[in-house]
């Protein structure tokens, strides 16, 4: 009886993955169809409960310097610490999975619903400028979170999660602290830090479409690459790379994990049966890889403890 019951669980569990597969596949055919980006739609999937929101509030004095900021409205559930999300997007405009602030209310959802109040800023990307201007708007957004949010004491600090080149973004401000030291303000503002299926281990100068944006490193690329800066000094880590990810090649996070481990720093590694996209729809709901990132992130988060000075 007991086989039966675990037979009957199993074939359940499989339905629901395929029917969870197939709603991805529309949504992303859908998607190519109309030529929205696949972010929005999954936006207008989720409710606007649960949080309140502030709306473009700015960071620095160009168009694209803005930011969201999701307030938990359950103030039983309040988290001290904040939380910034970096979405994805080539660090270009113009392509399918171009980002938007607009388009991740679903992870603001999430985090804001949990207690964290989240941030999540819009930044410059190509042909507008190269790299590292898109890093240096983050670290901007950080100095106002700083100024304005009373970040830098024992109770608020700031935790920084991205996806692709949000994940780069987000890797480079975490361990090379030049980036805060350029805008007045210290790395142990940073209680840890999620990389989502990033390129951190990569030459972007042997990449057709993404050389013009890194053009400024042509002489030294190593300054593109997070995996250059690891150290026993960079704030506790959280690596996730799905193992079907076709865009990014999960040795980028399987490096830098090991070059972090390597270093004494303290890093987690998670490889997850999920997509390049997966990793953050997984923030959303509900899309594939949902359960193993949500749970990773949260068992991170949870068990951070204080980055090293």
Known sequence: MEESSEKFADSFRCNIRNFCVRINVLVIMGCFLSSCSPFRVIDLLVDR???SLEKEQSYGDRPSMRMDIYFPKNQSNINDDIIMFVYGGSWRSGRLFSGKKEYYRFVGKLFSNEGY??????YRVYPEVKFPSFVEDVANAVKWIHTN?????????????????????????????????????????????????GPYNFNPLAIRYIRPIFESVIDDIDKARPISFASVKAPPGMLIHGKRDRLVSGNNSLALYKALTGAGSKIDYASIDAGHFDTVLGLGVPFIGKSEVQAAVFKFLKSSPLCPP
């Open 49 to 51: 409960k649960g949080y």
């Open 117 to 122: 109040t989240t941030i999540i800023p819009d």
């Open 149 to 197: 949010m009373n970040l830098n004491n024992d109770n608020r600090r700031l935790i920084l999660i991205g996806h692709s080149a949000g994940a780069h973004i987000v890797s480079l401000l975490a361990l090379d602290p030049n980036y805060f030291k350029e805008v007045g303000i210290d790395r142990s503002v940073l209680r840890g830090w999620v990389g989502l299926s």
